[in-house]
């Protein structure tokens, strides 16, 4: 009878140790999960989005009366006798990357067929829209020389066509 009381009160006992510990557990399931959550809150919330500054290089890689397509970065650097310039290779249209034809001497876009002027013409600037449902012109790109002599282009910044400060003399 003794034994039994006593089983009954160990048997008492491991329950009650036993909700103890899954009270503590519980505890700690939602200290972690609202530690969890205080730091998400706490941390900055950044996006780190690549620089728009692009290094294109030194002048000397760009020939005379030359247009070369940077197609990871979507832009155009062109050597004209004016200087360097750089336009933007996004079609202004639904943003399809241009490509530059040596052939016709003109930018054009695959996907809908607009083409863009790269040499002035009568009143319009390189960049001008020729044909095509485009409904504005390549914006020109800043450009300038580094300390170490080296081409950069600013993709987050439109300049003015044909204006002094647009283009880089070497
Ligand atoms: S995206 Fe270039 S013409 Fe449509």
Known sequence: ???EKTSAEGGDLNRRQFFAKLGLGSLGIAAAGTAAFAYQYLEPNVLYEP????NAGKPDRYPLDSVTLDVN???YIIHSQEGYFSLSAVCTHLGC???WKPELGIIACPCHGSKFLVQPEDDKKPGDKI????PK???WKRIWLNDDGDLLVDRSTDV???A?????KV
């Open 164 to 168: 002094r400060d647009s283009f880089v």
């Open 137 to 139: 012109p390549l914006p």
């Open 160 to 162: 003015p066509p044909l």
């Open 131 to 134: 044909e095509g449902p485009a």
């Open 51 to 54: 620089s728009p500054v692009v």
């Open 73 to 75: 970065n979507g832009i």
């Open 97 to 99: 990357l241009t490509a």
């Open 1 to 3: 009878m003794a034994e």
